[in-house]
Nanobody, 127 residues
């Protein structure tokens, strides 16, 4: 059974930093793309950043480029999202997701969504 467990959310002031973690289990980590998505109240879900566990290729939404960094520790089956220079508009529930990276690219999965989802962690950025 695929399981994705997010941690690291919380309340932070604008300009601050948080690191989210996604612990994955139940699948061959190296064959998957893992991504972070977010959804703010009243807004559509957005693909924030995604990474291929096999070759390390990454995708970032324009809204977070230069501020967020995604990384993967394959030995720990864990993906991290380092979020710096946080803004109030980054406030959302952040979800970790996973999908087999077969016949597609990371950017496409980050745009269209993935098959497996965690329960989410809330990030609140105060102004």
């Amino acid at each position: 059974e695929v399981q994705l467990v997010e941690s690291g959310g919380g309340l932070v002031q604008a300009g601050g930093s948080l690191r989210l973690s996604c612990a994955a289990s139940g699948f061959t980590f190296d064959d998957y793309a893992i991504g972070w998505f977010r959804q703010a109240p009243g807004k559509e879900r957005e693909g924030v950043s995604c990474i291929s566990s096999s070759d390390g290729s990454t995708y970032y939404a324009d809204s977070v480029k230069g501020r967020f960094t995604i990384s993967s520790d394959n030995a720990k089956n864990t993906v991290y999202l380092q979020m710096n220079s946080l803004k109030p508009e980054d406030t959302a529930v952040y979800y970790c997701a996973a999908d087999p990276l077969v016949g597609t690219v990371v950017a496409a999965l980050c745009y269209y969504g993935m098959d497996y989802w965690g329960k989410g962690t809330l990030v609140t950025v105060s102004s």
